[in-house]
């Protein structure tokens, strides 16, 4: 019976001993399966497949950089279309679409872009540049799903399109919150955005469109297609308000065959920024609150809520333009490095230089204090960082040397907003 007894132990002690082991490579196939679910890449967007995450992206049109700025992934950009304007692209390179050696040169490993020319693709796909198109947005639902397809491109098929995913949400609510302060009237306030005379202008399927209707507007330009009207049909739906590009309105009022229009007559004709009107970012917001505060000017008249609604700045919090990024280096970056390294945050030595781990140091920072998430240093960032409610790291070991021990002055940001 004994030696029964001991058998029956040795067998179980060697099944559990397999079973430790086993144990083990089931864990491992647990965790392999897990990153097979949670892989961020390749990512596939109308038959082309992007392999890893991009570092040097240059994105052709200024429509769809405007929407990679929301979408929060402008740090992966190395440049941009030459008529790019936005504060954020101060510092980036600017290159001619048309000129492909120039951006061959700059070695990218992804091209982005609504539209490409036959010559451009056969000179990117030459020198094996992977080119990507992402559509422009045209209505709500749209508009999510560009902001998935530059998040998934940009930083992975979960994460990042999650992120861009959370910002085109919030560029939305912002235009929720517009939308219900618009007084109620029981008259339609018709209008329209003219690029020209020759017929182009905002239609039903274009973002600007959608974007109209939540200014307290009604496009009579919602039936047509492609950004093409026929001025005979603007003369029959004769909108009460024309909008139009800087510098054009003379050329509206002037025009013989809309003298007769209702806007022209009562001179409501009024010029928004044509970028505003093209562009698939935050310019959407610009572009919604500068329209109704012309046709509803109560809306401009001094209130808190009415302020606040009508203010993307405020609503959005938008105070993200880029100060300094990833490569960039001087006198700025140390100050902000000593500040980080004093509360915490930022752990190597001061380098003068904006490298990697100033980047996570900037992303703990950000995350500390529940701000947006970008790893570069915007003007919201440098505001908190030198503001007097600011945090140390969690996990901050103690050190004689407190906040009050200065450290330089921090770059300051400028008070008076841009024109």
Do not use: W
């Not at 086993?22 to 679910?37: L, S």
């Not at 740090?75 to 008529?83: E, K, M, P, Q, R």
């Not at 050329?251 to 001179?267: Q, S």
């Not at 509360?343 to 230089?353: A, C, D």
């Amino acid at each position: 019976m004994k030696k029964y007894l001991k058998y029956i132990c040795f067998i179980m002690s060697l099944v559990m001993l397999l079973s430790v082991f086993t144990g083990c490579n089931v864990q491992e196939q647990i965790e392999n399966v897990g990153d097979v679910i949670m892989q961020e890449y390749p990512v596939t967007i109308k038959d082309v497949t992007v392999t890893q995450k991009p570092k040097k992206v240059v994105v052709l049109t200024d429509e769809l950089a405007d929407a990679v700025i929301a979408s929060g992934f402008e740090t992966s950009l190395v440049a941009a279309a030459d008529d790019c304007d936005q504060n954020n692209f101060k510092t980036l390179t600017k290159v001619d679409p048309a000129d492909t050696d120039s951006i061959i040169a700059l070695a990218p490993d992804l091209i982005i872009s609504d539209v490409y020319t036959e010559e451009q693709l056969s000179a990117f796909n030459s020198a094996g540049i992977p080119c990507v198109t992402i559509d422009l947005a045209s209505n709500r639902e749209d508009f999510e799903r560009m902001y998935k397809e530059i998040g998934s491109v940009l930083g992975g098929a979960h994460t990042g399109m999650e992120t861009a995913l959370n910002n085109a949400q919030s560029v939305f609510r912002t235009l929720d919150d517009l939308q219900r302060i618009i007084p109620e009237t029981m008259i339609v306030k018709t209008a329209c955005y003219i690029f020209d005379i020759e017929g182009s202008g905002v239609t039903g399927d274009m973002l600007a469109g959608t974007v109209m209707s939540y200014a307290g507007l009604t496009n009579v330009f919602a039936g047509s297609e492609n950004g093409v009207y026929d001025i005979e049909d603007l003369k029959i739906v004769d909108p009460q308000y024309i909008f139009c590009p800087v510098d054009f309105k003379d050329n509206i009022m002037r025009n013989r065959e809309l003298k007769e229009l209702t806007a022209v007559k009562n001179g409501n004709v009024f010029e928004v920024e044509e970028k505003l009107a093209r562009r698939n970012g935050r310019s959407i917001i610009s572009f919604a609150t500068t329209i109704a505060g012309i046709v509803y000017p109560e809306l401009l008249e001094e209130s808190t809520t009415v302020s606040t609604a009508m203010d993307p700045d405020e609503i959005a919090d938008d105070r993200n333009e880029v100060l300094y990024k990833l490569g960039d280096s001087g006198d700025d970056i140390e100050s902000f490095q000593k500040r980080l390294s004093q509360l915490g945050y930022y752990k190597g030595e001061i380098t003068r230089v904006f490298d990697t781990a100033t980047q996570e140091a900037i992303i703990y920072f950000q995350e500390v204090h529940k701000v947006e998430v970008t790893g570069v240093m915007d003007e919201l960032t440098l505001e908190m960082l030198s503001g007097e409610n600011v945090k140390e790291a969690p996990d901050k070991e103690s050190d004689p040397q407190d906040l009050e021990n200065p450290v330089g002055e921090l770059p300051v940001v400028d008070a008076e907003p841009e024109e």
